[in-house]
């Protein structure tokens, strides 16, 4: 018997329990089932986690939970992304300490233990959400099985040609001191000003606009478009650059934009990546400005051992002093920014490992129409990230806490040494190469880079399938069934695990991708850990509101959209859940004494409620099948508000009171009914609102279901409707409503009698309508009903 209120806090964490006991979403490898596999992204240990995540993974899990629901093996596993810059700037922020200053083994220390904490506290949050995960396939990224497969990974690309190592210009952070790839840039627009600075030509003054007057040393050319009459004379002469006294070149060039500044641009090494387009395509020199830590070089005049912006202030305040400054415009400027830090990056040159991405572009393009993007206009995202790539994937970072790069330098030859695949996953800083070089020196310089974390997170298919160990099941996982993520790491996460399948498999990572969106704090402000904009903890809201009430808001969005949070919506969820336990007290009230069995005769109404479910059932996968789980829910919400609790259970109330009015076996049959479509109900609900739906099988559907858990079942779907029966209850429903609105527009209560009530019915309803006659008598409060036959449906009110 159910309780007359429904606890939460006692329910959820006994169903938790129960489900880890019996083993309920275990994934089964020796069964014969089709397996359904879900690419889960690993969150990163980066701090604590916010209801934006809570609204993402929550969706994904409720994918897990459908497919399982469709008889289906759900491979369904949870990883951690514990290593890289992201966790060491966590370190450092908790700790107080900057890695640069600690020995690297002290440091690599202090970040196991940290993440240790971490990941503990984000699995007990997730599996306080009810997440249906085989938490026996948990994976952490700097765990010596994915450092293996990562390595192994890298050694495979470079021995190919696909990775390769140069010296050459980079994106560098000079706030985390390493450097970071294309797909990690982001932008934002900042304060800045034009400065009109002369530049002297035989004597004659060219006027250019730069907002970076700092580089004037490290200036290397002039350009002008070949198309500006203006100046397209000066092409091929030299100009003097002030302050410092050298000659460059001017040359020309037809991406110089004529309109903007003087139409004359001063290309330096490096202020941005137009510069360094410039100075590869006309193989200008390198005059070396900032240094890896973002300082002037010390031997620069003026400005030497500066920071860039101290820099960029002096020499405005020189070039003034001197009359070399002609103008000062103020504007507003958009630069890049490294995403993790927020802080401008330079382009610095450096020795870093690659891998090829410009050279397969197509290859990538064609994987992305091969793969079922939901919802779909997520595709033009990851195509134009593509087709406007400019450089190959730097996978080489200057930090701590990562896999190390698997490689040594012969001190001799120079020549890249690996290790053997049985030795992985190994870290040249501690252990020597076990051959000598083919040039016969045995003195090596280990690599002292580790991977992009991307480098290892991109590999989370394989990772998954144990992809080269002994228990390797890629055949059967790859391509996985879906991969689940955000629409902000589509350049990354999603881009590179296609990068990486198709290099290592030749097959993409999965078949459908399966995109969420933000959750907004504000109007153009989402919810994230560095903003800190979120009011409650996802274990605060947990703890109010109960894990299904979190879980049906996050299942309200329709996918790919972003949502704003406002504690109000988990009052809503709170007044369905407390509806839902209502309806099932209302139900089951009336099935003491029922025992499963089907009448041999059912009444029209209760054949429309039965039929009605099963439509909504097939309705609801249909969506489900395309990840619209928001939509779904609402025509599952739509049912069970309106058909059956407004509408069905006001029909039927009368009959399963009263028997010796109606009839056993009539209540037989609105008994079978309300077992049968409240069954439905709960099957429909139980991967929204898990806790609730088994709290309420448990007290009566399983005695007659015999399955230990209501997610053990499967959902039922009709390929043939029985639309006769549909299309009944449609004109019932239409009864009550007039009624209803009879007796609202004249302020009558609804238990107030009316006199007589007419219905014109098709004489193909006419024994249907008969026999609901008593139904609607005790619903309606009719005193009369008549009924006769004609052409279309028509009701009226004698009263």
Same mark, same amino acid.
């Given at each position: ?8 806090k ?7 329990k129960f ?27 980066s701090?604590?986690?916010h *209801?934006?995540?809570?609204f993402?993974?929550t ?21 951690f ?31 196991l ?9 984000? @699995? ?13 396939l ?12 990562s390595?192994?990974?890298?050694i495979e690309l ?21 450097s970071?790839?294309? !797909?990690e ?7 800045? %000003? ?12 060219l006027?250019?606009a ?13 350009? *002008?478009?070949?198309e500006d009459?203006r100046y397209? %004379? ?6 003097m ?10 040359l ?18 490096f ?23 973002g ?24 070039? +003034? ?11 507003s ?6 995403e ?16 090829d ?10 994987a ?6 939901? #919802? ?8 134009n990230?593509v087709?406007?790539?400019?450089w190959?994937?730097?996978? %080489? ?6 896999? #190390? ?6 001190? +001799?030859c120079?020549k +890249? ?8 996953p =190994? ?5 020597a ?24 997170? $991109? ?5 998954n399938?144990k ?21 902000e ?25 399966m ?7 504000k ?6 850990? +560095? ?6 903890? #996802? ?12 879980r049906y ?25 407390t ?6 007290k209302?139900?089951?009230m ?14 029209? *109404?209760?054949?429309?409620?039965i ?27 739509e ?7 407004d ?5 039927v ?6 028997p ?20 439905? *109900?709960l ?12 709290? =309420? ?11 230990l %858990? ?14 006769? $029966? ?6 019932? @429903? ?15 209560s ?7 009530i007419n ?7 006419l024994s ?13 409060? !009719?005193q ?10 028509r ?5």
């Amino acid at each position: 018997m159910l309780n007359k209120k429904y606890n939460f806090k006692e329910s959820e964490g006994k169903w938790q329990k129960f489900w880890m006991e019996n083993d309920i979403y275990r994934f089964n490898p020796e069964s014969k089932k089709e397996i359904y596999s879900i690419d889960t992204p690993p969150p990163t240990v980066s701090g604590s986690l916010h *209801i934006g995540h809570i609204f993402s993974y929550t969706q994904g899990e409720i994918a897990a939970r459908y497919q399982r629901m469709q008889g289906k093996n759900v491979f369904y596993p949870f990883g951690f992304d514990d290593n890289g810059l992201p966790t060491e700037r966590l370190v450092e922020r908790e700790e107080g300490i900057r890695a640069k200053d600690l020995p690297r083994s002290k440091f690599i220390e202090k970040c196991l233990n940290t993440t240790g904490k971490y990941v503990g506290e984000f @699995k007990a949050l997730w599996q306080s959400l009810g997440f249906s995960v085989d938490w026996d396939l948990q994976y952490e990224t700097i765990s010596p099985l994915a450092q293996r497969i990562s390595q192994k990974s890298f050694i495979e690309l470079a021995k190919s040609g696909k990775a390769y190592t140069k010296e050459s210009p980079v994106l560098w952070c000079t706030t985390c001191q390493t450097s970071i790839a294309q !797909a990690e840039l982001d932008t934002k627009d900042i304060d800045s %000003s034009f400065n009109y600075i002369p530049f002297l030509v035989d004597g004659e003054e060219l006027i250019i606009a730069t907002t970076r007057p700092e580089l004037l040393y490290g200036c290397v050319a002039l350009f *002008i478009n070949p198309e500006d009459f203006r100046y397209n %004379s000066y092409i091929g002469k030299t100009a003097m650059v002030p302050l410092y006294d050298f000659e460059i070149p001017i040359l020309g060039d037809d991406k110089v934009a004529i309109e903007k500044g003087t139409g004359i641009v001063m290309c330096a090494t490096f202020g941005d990546t137009t510069d360094l387009e410039w100075y590869n395509k006309h193989s200008l020199p390198y005059r070396k400005t900032i240094e890896a830590d973002g300082l002037i070089g010390t031997g620069i005049p003026f400005i030497g051992g500066m920071n860039t912006k101290e820099a960029r202030a002096e020499i405005i305040n020189i070039l +003034s002093d001197r009359n070399l400054l002609k103008k000062s415009e103020k504007i507003s400027h958009t630069v890049s920014i490294h995403e993790r830090c927020g802080h401008e990056i330079e382009i610095i040159p450096s020795k870093q490992w690659y891998i090829d991405i410009l050279t397969e572009k197509e290859r990538f393009l064609k994987a992305a129409d091969d793969i079922n993007w939901y #919802p779909a206009s997520m595709k033009i995202r990851y195509q134009n990230w593509v087709e406007n790539l400019k450089w190959d994937w730097c996978i %080489s970072r200057q930090r701590y806490f990562g896999v #190390p790069i698997p490689v040594w330098y012969c001190k +001799s030859c120079g020549k +890249s040494m690996f290790p053997e695949e049985c030795e992985l996953p =190994i870290n040249p800083l501690e252990t020597a190469p076990n051959k000598t070089c083919p040039c016969g020196s045995n003195e090596f310089i280990p690599e002292e880079a580790v991977l992009d974390t991307w480098a290892t997170s $991109s590999l989370t298919p394989l990772i998954n399938s144990k992809w080269g160990e002994e228990n390797d099941i890629t055949d059967r996982l790859v391509p996985m069934g879906m991969r689940t993520q955000a629409h902000e790491i589509i350049r990354t996460w999603a881009f590179y695990t296609i990068v990486k399948s198709l290099y290592h498999t030749g097959r993409l990572p999965w078949k459908d991708i399966m995109i969420c969106g933000f959750v907004m704090a504000k109007k153009g402000e989402k919810i994230s850990k +560095s903003k800190n904009n979120s009011e409650n903890s #996802p274990t605060q809201l947990i703890e109010k509101y109960s894990a299904d009430a979190i879980r049906y808001w996050a299942a309200g969005a329709k996918l790919g959209t972003d949502t704003m949070y406002s504690e109000e919506e988990m009052v809503l969820s709170n007044r369905f859940l407390t509806k839902l336990w209502n309806a099932a007290k209302f139900t089951l009230m009336h099935l003491n004494d029922y025992k499963g069995e089907k009448p041999e005769n059912l009444l029209p *109404i209760d054949k429309w409620i039965i039929e009605r479910q099963r439509e909504i059932e097939t309705k609801a996968a249909q969506y489900m099948n395309r990840y619209e789980m928001g939509i779904a829910r609402g025509e599952i919400d739509e049912f069970f508000w309106k058909d059956y609790c407004d509408n069905y259970l006001e029909i039927v109330k009368d009959r399963v009171y009263k028997p010796e009015i109606h009839g056993e076996l009539e209540r037989r049959s609105g008994q079978y009914a309300l077992y049968t479509a409240f069954m439905g *109900i709960l099957r429909m609900y139980a991967i929204y609102t898990p806790h609730i739906t088994e709290e =309420i099988y448990q007290d009566l559907f399983r005695s007659i279901e015999g399955k230990l %858990s209501l997610h053990q079942h499967e959902w039922i779907r009709e390929d043939k409707l029985d639309t006769s $029966s549909l299309e009944f209850g449609e004109r019932v @429903k239409d009864i009550l409503k007039e009624v209803r609105k009879y007796k609202s527009d004249r302020n009558l209560s609804l238990k107030e009698p009316l006199k007589k009530i007419n219905i014109s019915i098709p004489g193909y309803m006419l024994s249907s309508i008969n026999q609901t006659e008593k139904d609607l008598t005790a619903c309606t409060g !009719a005193q009369e009903i008549i009924i006769d036959s004609g052409d279309e449906f028509r009701f009226s009110i004698d009263n």
